[in-house]
């Protein structure tokens, strides 16, 4: 079943990691996979043109189906393969109205820590300032803190929405990349709790960035959150 599946994938993108994840919490291993690299602008190769017009990773496959934006990509893994492997989607309304709400509310994350970590890729040279990029982490501190507040509760088998869910699936990569950027446990311990009760999930794990493995060495980007 696996072996119909292939992924293009990039190490370290939250979008690649969440596909990964709900894979191995599927059951779904053995699929094919093929690492490229954004620093040699592999994203934009015809390989992965030919799958994702984009030119963005992850790029997904199932036979002949594609399915190219990652939440996209999890959701259908997730009705597709509804008995296999661990539930991603709760049975109550109530658990699955927060999931489906926690989902959506982590795509904005991920475009606000980008807006910061990558302040420098996305705008030309001459739009570049440090009003503008002091306004987008103080943005990015709000929105930190406003899942602070949802983790409140947070411990072994409570997360987003209660046990493991897609919720997660879609989240937690960005606040693994969040911390590996500089981010201080200090001044968002909630976070840092969800963070270390997950990271060695075997779905997470298993499908953990390669580099971050190589090196836990990070970056400073975010240090002044």
Not at 179 to 192: E, Q, T, Y
Request: charged share 25%.
């Amino acid at each position: 079943m696996a072996k119909s599946m292939s992924l293009l994938w990039g190490a370290g993108s939250p979008p690649c990691w969440r596909v990964m994840i709900t894979l191995e919490e599927k059951k779904l291993q053995g699929y094919k996979r093929k690492l490229l690299s954004f620093q040699k602008g592999e994203h934009k190769s015809q390989e992965v043109l030919e799958i994702n017009p984009r030119g963005q990773l992850p790029a997904f496959k199932h036979g002949d189906l594609i399915v190219n934006e990652s939440t996209a990509a999890c959701f259908y893994l997730e009705k597709q393969f509804q008995s296999q492997g661990n539930r991603l989607i709760p049975d109550s309304p109530a658990e699955q109205a927060l999931t489906f709400q926690r989902v959506m509310e982590g795509l904005t994350l991920t475009d606000k820590l980008n807006s910061v970590i990558y302040y420098d890729l996305l705008l030309p040279e001459e739009e570049r300032h440090d009003s503008g990029l002091k306004r987008n982490k103080e943005t990015l501190s709000t929105e930190l803190q406003l899942w602070e507040s949802y983790l409140q509760n947070v411990a072994a088998g409570s997360y987003l929405a209660g046990p493991f869910s897609l919720a997660d699936v879609v989240v937690y990569p960005n606040v693994a990349f969040a911390f590996r950027f500089g981010l201080s446990a200090g001044r968002f311990p909630k976070l840092a709790k969800y963070y270390s009760l997950l990271k060695d999930r075997p779905s997470i794990r298993a499908s953990w960035p390669p580099q971050w493995m190589a090196s836990t060495r990070g970056y400073d980007v975010l240090k002044d959150l």
